[in-house]
T-cell receptor, first 110, second 114 residues
């Protein structure tokens, strides 16, 4: 069974204080690893798909990286508007299913 | 504007009632999904459909039912058999028929049992 563990559960940052979120996974035959952003009371918003170890993708202050066992979401010089819960999910050999982690809630103070 | 809509945004159910949550997409996606989200837990798959008139159970299908009569629509019924239905329900869709298939989510419906 595919498993995803995200750490830390919560992260409080000062504006401009860079940090990283971790997503550890076990999956048989990784087809893709996905990062989403979720604001309170809203649906997840797609950020990135990573397909293979060594791959990196960037969007504004966010950068996602992938190894064979984990993925990191780096937040560089965060702003208060980056406050959200960040969700990680993997797609394995069952091509329909995403297995989600519980998320990391990031709070950025001005 | 292409996207996924869910209605209602908030829904209150009395004990013993069945309720139906609506999900519509105009992205021309073949695949649609229903997830449940509880505090402190990851999203859990309830049902999914890869094509019209076909659907499969996910990890937590007991107490739920779905239909897929149209490509655009995938309603979820929460029956009285679901013992703890209070949760945030999310509908998603994807192109389908691809090796790696990104899912896009709707805004969600919050269901509360009174």
């Amino acid at each position: 069974e595919d498993q995803v563990t995200q750490s830390p559960e919560a992260l409080r940052l000062q504006e401009g204080e860079s940090s990283s979120l971790n997503c550890s996974y076990t999956v048989s035959g990784l087809r893709g690893l996905f990062w989403y952003r979720q604001d309170p009371g809203k649906g997840p918003e797609f950020l990135f798909t990573l397909y293979s170890a060594g791959e990196e993708k960037e969007k504004e202050r966010l950068k996602a990286t992938l190894t064979k066992k984990e993925s990191f979401l780096h937040i560089t010089a965060p702003k208060p508007e980056d406050s959200a819960t960040y969700l990680c999910a993997v797609q394995g050999s069952d091509d329909y299913k995403l297995s989600f982690g519980a998320g990391t809630t990031v709070t950025v103070r001005a | 504007d292409g996207g996924i809509t869910q209605s209602p945004k908030y829904l209150f159910r009395k004990e013993g009632q069945n309720v139906t949550l609506s999900c519509e997409q105009n992205l021309n996606h073949d695949a649609m999904y229903w997830y449940r989200q509880d505090p402190g837990q990851g999203l859990r798959l309830i049902y999914y459909s890869q094509i019209v008139n076909d659907f499969q159970k996910g990890d937590i299908a007991e107490g739920y039912s779905v239909s897929r009569e149209k490509k655009e629509s995938f309603p979820l019924t929460v029956t009285s058999a679901q013992k703890n239905p209070t949760a945030f329900y999310l509908c998603a869709s994807s192109i389908g028929r691809r090796n790696t298939d990104t899912q896009y989510f709707g805004p969600g419906t919050r269901l509360t049992v009174l």
